[in-house]
């Protein structure tokens, strides 16, 4: 099997965004960035959703969840040291 395709580095699609992010200058860039990645339906800061009622399963209740740039891991995506490297490996 040619597993060279399966090894190349999967950043091309995300090239986009990740220089609209790069590109981010002050806090209202932030904001306009924020609402542009949730309106694509990306989780940045919260998510809504719906789920069973964990007291009453016969319910269903709404959620609001932390996003992908509230947890921890979110910080070593982007950092160059050895530590964040070798977690993102």
Known sequence: MDEGPSRRPV???????LESIAAIKAKEGLA????????????????????????NASQMIAEV?????????????????AKSVD???
């Open 65 to 81: 969840d932390q996003g992908a740039w509230a947890c921890p891991i979110a910080t070593t995506i982007f950092k160059d040291d």
């Open 11 to 17: 950043a091309k699609p995300l090239e986009h965004d």
């Open 87 to 89: 977690l993102r490996e």
């Open 32 to 55: 306009r960035e924020i609402v542009r990645l949730h309106r694509e339906g990306a989780d940045v800061l919260f998510s809504f959703d719906s789920d069973s009622d964990y007291r």
